[in-house]
Each structure stands twice: as C-alpha cells, then as structure tokens.
C-alpha cells in the first residue's frame, strides 16, 4: 500500500507531498490542472521509462519519493538487493536528470531502474489500457490473469529453450556443406604435414647445415691457415707457429721467476697461455678433420629442406607457426567432427521440447477454456450494474499454433443489445462501452489479487450520470480489500473516496505551478459541486453535492 508519494520538480509540480490512507483515494482537478504528473509520477516509482522533457524547467533533477508499507516477500527481496525495511515499510526514490540520466534508489540502496518493476509495488490502469484491450494479446492477459493456467511458467520456459535448440539446429543445418568443405580441407593439410613429420626448430637447424656443406672448401681453407698459424707448416719446419713461440716464451719466463722473484706470475701466467694455445691448436686439427666432403648428405638436406618448403609456403612462415596451425586446426577438426553428433542431439531434444509443449499446452487450454466462462460471467454481473443489462462477453479460446504462450487464440466477443450476434470487442463497442468493459474485467480481475495498489486513470472516461454511481461503487467495492486511487472527473466516482485529493494550477504568467491538497468538510463539498458543472458557492449545486456524498456514505460497505 502507498502510504506516501512526494514530487519535485516533476513536470508541472514544484513540490508536493500526499499521505494516503487505505480505501478508495480520488484525485481531482480541472483539466490540465496536473492530474497526470500525480500518476505519472507514481509511474516512475513502478520503473516507467524516464524523459529528461518531465524535469521542471530550470531544475537540475526532478525525484519522485514513495513511502510503501510491504509485505514479507516484497521485503526480503529488498533486503537481497542490500536495501533496509523498517516496520515493513519501503521508501522507493526515483531521480531524473535534466540530461535524461535516471537512477533508482530502493530502501536506501542504488538499484537497477528494473527493480522497481519487478517488486510489483503497484498497478497502474491508464487511458492506453482501453485501446489494449481490443488487442489479442491483452485478451489473453486478461484471461489468464482469472485463470491462472498451472505449467504456464514452465511452458514459456520450455519454449524459449526448443526455439534457441531449433535456431542452432537451423544453423547447423544451413551452413553443413560449408563445414564439409572446411573439415575436407583441414583434413587434407593435416594428413599434409603428418606426412613430412617436421619437428619444432627444424627449418633453421638444416639451413645452417646446408650452408656448413656447400661452404667445405673454403672453411678448410681458412681452417687450414689457422691450424698453421697454430702449430707451424709440416712442409716449413723453419716458419713460427704460436704454439712454438707461446711455449719458448714460456721456457723463458720460467728462468726469469727462477732468478727474480717478482716474475713468478708472469711464469705463471705463460704456463697457462701455452695450455690454451696447445688446446685451441687440438681444436683447429680435430675441426679440421671433420670438415669431410659428404655429397650425400648434402642432396638429404636440401630435399628435406624443400619437403618442408612445401609446409610453409601454405601452413606458416616457420615450421614452429605449420606446428601450431596442426595443433588449432586438429581441435577445429574435432568441432566440426562433433557438430552432426551436436546436430543428432538437438533433434532429439527439440522433439522432447515438442512433445512436452503439447502435453503442457493441452493443459494450458482446457483450463483457460474453464475459466473463460467464469470471467464471462461475472463481468456481465458487473456491466449489469454499470447499465448494461443485456452485454453479453464472451472469451473464445481457439486453436493456433504452438507459440509463447501456449497454443491458444484468445478473442474477446462483445455485444450490447439482445440479439445481436457478438463481434470483436475493438470493432463493435462504442468509447463507453468499451470503458465499462474495461473497469467490469478490472473489477472481477483486482478483486482476487488483495491487499495490492491499484490506480485507475480516467477509469470513467465516456460515461456520465449513473454511471458513474455505479462506477463510484465497484471502485468503493474494491477498495475494502486493496488500496484503489482513482483520477476521475466524475463527481459521482469522487464522492465514494475515503479520501479525496484536488490538484490546483496556478500561474505567475511565465511559469505555470500545480499543487495538490487533501479536501475535506465543505471543501470536498464544493470541489464535488464543481465537478457536477455548477457553482461551487451556489446553495443548489453545494445541496446536491452533500446529497451526492449522503448517498455514497448510505452504499458504503458495512
């Protein structure tokens, strides 16, 4: 229930706050007084979509501030979203800025915008709902909100997964020749390299090996001359060689240290220099003597070489880029392996979800079917009272197709007077008949759901009169078990509220300001005799303001 609703710089409203009371709550005022900005404001704490055009000119933000008294459930799912519930009551805030940005704050805590919605604080009943109703669809809301159909949840949930099962199959299906060609040409390169064997670093090992081959004649040339430079000439017994002067300087030293103390080091040091030489020099003659021509081994590289040219001219740059396409390519090839036994899986499933759809949309229609005639039934009993004796309503149930919600077309028949054939409600009903129709089906349809907040927009829109007393009364009716705010230009409606609320416009001839104000006594009496077309400060129009409010308050509910 709403026990609070606060506005700032909302539209046309510079700043108002409402306490409401349970019952039945009217809100009044003339025409473009600002009625709208109340419910459009509550709209806004229900999650509507926000428009930075409803920010006051001028002001930085507009917010609407809801004070609720809540249930359990609607508590704990509060607390889960780390906002604070105080004696079951909720405060919901809703901030516009003038740059179009929204934010939410539920129970003191920033909140998705959706959340709002999804805590079902309140519903709203506008003028769009007339037109609604002439559509199918919200016949069919309307239906199953009095019918309730069990296994409705899991059909809409088992429905979403056989049409994303059936739109991968599709895709499956369409693209089966594209993944043949693909799977045919990965298979081919794989066997491709499989056939060579190539092993990671092996294209730059046989280059250098290639290159050390072809060069054999002149790396034993220069090995040659750094072998003789090394240990001397065998043809030139006489020619230096480092190895013989390194090992005279060493014999040398040696006396040196012999005779002066201070030389040790440099023996030492030459004793060293003649081993690296003499092992450098062994080097040379063993490097030397594997420098052997091998012409066989030569043509092994270079056809292994362009074996693996064959690879990386289509696989990779390099032998180890061929490898990694194999290892990606191998997966690939496992996926489109695995996509008929994919494809073979979700047909079985999407003739599970079929066969289960089915069985749930039987039971789906033979309940709506069940409860078409009870709604029916009793929203004649309300047109009955809203002067239409002889409305008949009927809700069709016919077949369709297996869809969202279920297999069922649902359509709304209408007709006003007695023996003529009903038509569909959009096409035969008048503006007041449809309005009635309307707050007929609302009446039954919010009398099961109590304890809620329900409002209603322009509920008596294209009726007068007594009408409107009937109006007045199905809306006082419901009142006893839900909160009910009514907009309403019907003294007739207004005179049944608990509470009445009138919205005032005035203007300073550059900014046009709303308010509103709770009227009682012989305010509320004047408000009403406004309303009814008269002088509010004439003794006629204020006496049958008071009988109009005397006859409310004999109908009121025990």
Same mark, same amino acid.
């Given at each position: 229930?709403?026990?609070?609703?606060?506005?700032?710089?909302?539209?046309?409203?510079?700043?108002?706050?409402?306490?409401? !009371?349970?019952?039945?709550?009217?809100?009044?005022?003339? =025409?473009?007084?600002?009625?709208?900005?109340?419910?459009?404001?509550?709209?806004?704490?229900?999650?509507?979509?926000?428009?930075?055009?409803?920010?006051?000119?001028?002001?930085?933000?507009?917010?609407?501030?809801?004070?609720?008294?809540?249930?359990?459930?609607?508590?704990?799912?509060?607390?889960?979203?780390?906002?604070?519930?105080?004696?079951?009551?909720?405060?919901?805030?809703?901030?516009?800025?003038?740059?179009?940005?929204?934010?939410?704050?539920?129970?003191?805590?920033?909140?998705? #915008?959706?959340?709002?919605?999804?805590?079902?604080?309140?519903?709203?009943?506008?003028?769009?709902?007339?037109?609604?109703?002439?559509? *199918?669809?919200?016949?069919?809301?309307?239906?199953?909100?009095?019918?309730?159909?069990?296994?409705?949840?899991?059909?809409?949930?088992?429905?979403?997964?056989?049409?994303?099962?059936?739109?991968?199959?599709?895709?499956?299906?369409?693209?089966?020749?594209?993944?043949?060609?693909?799977?045919?040409?990965?298979?081919?390169?794989?066997?491709? #390299?499989?056939?060579?064997?190539?092993? *990671?670093?092996?294209?730059?090992?046989?280059?250098?090996?290639? !290159?050390?081959?072809?060069?054999?004649?002149?790396?034993?040339?220069?090995?040659?001359?750094?072998?003789? %430079?090394?240990?001397?000439?065998?043809?030139?017994?006489?020619?230096?060689?480092?190895?013989?002067?390194?090992?005279?300087?060493?014999?040398?030293?040696?006396?040196?240290?012999?005779?002066?103390?201070?030389?040790?080091?440099?023996?030492?040091?030459?004793?060293?220099?003649?081993?690296?030489?003499?092992?450098?020099?062994?080097?040379?003659?063993?490097?030397?003597? /594997?420098?052997?021509?091998?012409?066989?081994?030569?043509?092994?590289?270079?056809?292994?070489?362009? !074996?693996?040219?064959?690879?990386?001219?289509?696989?990779?740059?390099?032998?180890?880029?061929?490898?990694?396409?194999?290892?990606?390519?191998?997966?690939?090839?496992?996926?489109?392996?695995?996509?008929?036994? !994919?494809?073979?899986?979700?047909?079985?499933?999407?003739?599970?979800? /079929?066969?289960?759809?089915?069985?749930?949309?039987?039971? #789906?229609?033979?309940?709506?079917?069940?409860?078409?005639?009870?709604?029916?039934?009793?929203?004649?009993?309300?047109?009955?009272?809203?002067?239409?004796?002889?409305?008949?309503?009927?809700?069709?149930?016919?077949?369709?197709?297996?869809?969202?919600?279920?297999?069922?077309?649902?359509?709304?028949?209408?007709?006003?007077?007695?023996?003529?054939?009903?038509? *569909?409600?959009?096409? @035969?009903? %008048?503006?007041?008949?449809?309005?009635?129709?309307?707050?007929?089906?609302?009446?039954?349809?919010?009398?099961?759901?109590?304890?809620?907040?329900?409002?209603?927009?322009?509920? /008596?829109?294209?009726?007068?009169?007594?009408?409107?007393?009937?109006?007045?009364?199905?809306?006082?009716?419901?009142?006893?078990?839900?909160?009910?705010?009514?907009?309403?230009?019907?003294?007739?409606?207004?005179?049944?509220?608990?509470?009445?609320?009138? @919205?005032?416009?005035?203007?300073?001839?550059?900014?046009?300001? %709303?308010?509103?104000?709770? @009227?009682?006594?012989?305010?509320?009496?004047?408000?009403?005799?406004?309303?009814?077309?008269?002088?509010? /400060? =004439?003794?006629?129009?204020?006496?049958?303001?008071?009988?109009?409010?005397?006859?409310?308050?004999?109908?009121?509910?025990?």
């Amino acid at each position: 229930m709403l026990l609070e609703l606060s506005l700032s710089d909302f539209g046309v409203v510079a700043g108002t706050a409402i306490e409401l !009371r349970p019952g039945l709550v009217a809100l009044t005022g003339e =025409t473009g007084a600002g009625k709208t900005m109340i419910v459009s404001g509550l709209g806004h704490l229900l999650g509507q979509r926000a428009d930075a055009g409803i920010v006051r000119r001028g002001a930085e933000r507009a917010v609407v501030r809801g004070r609720w008294q809540v249930d359990d459930t609607v508590g704990d799912a509060v607390k889960e979203l780390g906002g604070d519930v105080d004696d079951n009551e909720l405060v919901t805030v809703r901030q516009i800025a003038a740059n179009g940005r929204s934010r939410a704050v539920v129970g003191g805590a920033p909140a998705p #915008i959706s959340t709002l919605a999804a805590l079902e604080l309140a519903t709203i009943h506008g003028q769009s709902e007339q037109l609604r109703l002439a559509s *199918p669809d919200r016949q069919r809301e309307l239906l199953d909100a009095h019918a309730r159909p069990p296994g409705l949840d899991r059909y809409r949930d088992a429905y979403r997964e056989r049409e994303q099962a059936a739109a991968e199959l599709r895709e499956l299906d369409s693209a089966a020749m594209e993944r043949a060609r693909e799977a045919d040409m990965l298979r081919f390169g794989l066997e491709e #390299i499989a056939a060579v064997e190539p092993r *990671p670093g092996e294209d730059p090992e046989l280059e250098a090996e290639q !290159r050390r081959l072809q060069d054999l004649d002149e790396l034993r040339q220069l090995a040659g001359t750094a072998q003789a %430079s090394l240990s001397g000439d065998e043809y030139d017994y006489e020619a230096p060689s480092a190895v013989g002067l390194v090992g005279q300087a060493r014999k040398v030293l040696s006396s040196l240290a012999d005779r002066d103390e201070q030389a040790r080091a440099l023996a030492g040091r030459a004793q060293e220099a003649s081993l690296l030489v003499d092992e450098l020099a062994a080097d040379v003659s063993s490097y030397l003597a /594997d420098l052997v021509d091998d012409p066989l081994r030569l043509e092994a590289v270079a056809e292994r070489r362009a !074996r693996l040219a064959t690879l990386t001219r289509k696989y990779g740059a390099t032998i180890d880029e061929v490898l990694a396409w194999s290892e990606e390519s191998a997966l690939r090839l496992a996926q489109l392996d695995g996509s008929d036994e !994919r494809i073979v899986e979700l047909r079985g499933r999407v003739a599970a979800l /079929d066969a289960e759809l089915r069985e749930l949309a039987a039971g #789906i229609t033979a309940r709506r079917r069940e409860a078409a005639a009870s709604l029916a039934d009793q929203a004649h009993r309300e047109l009955a009272a809203l002067a239409m004796p002889h409305a008949r309503l009927e809700f069709q149930v016919g077949e369709a197709p297996l869809g969202t919600h279920g297999a069922d077309r649902v359509e709304l028949m209408f007709s006003a007077n007695p023996g003529a054939a009903p038509g *569909p409600l959009g096409k @035969v009903a %008048s503006g007041g008949e449809l309005s009635r129709v309307r707050l007929a089906l609302e009446v039954v349809l919010a009398g099961a759901d109590g304890g809620h907040t329900f409002v209603f927009d322009e509920v /008596d829109a294209g009726v007068g009169g007594a009408v409107g007393l009937e109006i007045g009364r199905r809306l006082q009716r419901l009142a006893t078990a839900s909160q009910v705010i009514v907009v309403t230009h019907l003294a007739q409606v207004a005179a049944f509220a608990d509470q009445h609320f009138v @919205v005032h416009k005035s203007s300073d001839g550059r900014v046009t300001t %709303s308010d509103v104000r709770e @009227v009682v006594g012989d305010e509320r009496v004047a408000e009403l005799a406004r309303m009814m077309g008269g002088s509010s /400060d =004439t003794a006629a129009a204020l006496e049958h303001a008071a009988e109009l409010l005397d006859e409310a308050a004999r109908d009121a509910p025990a």
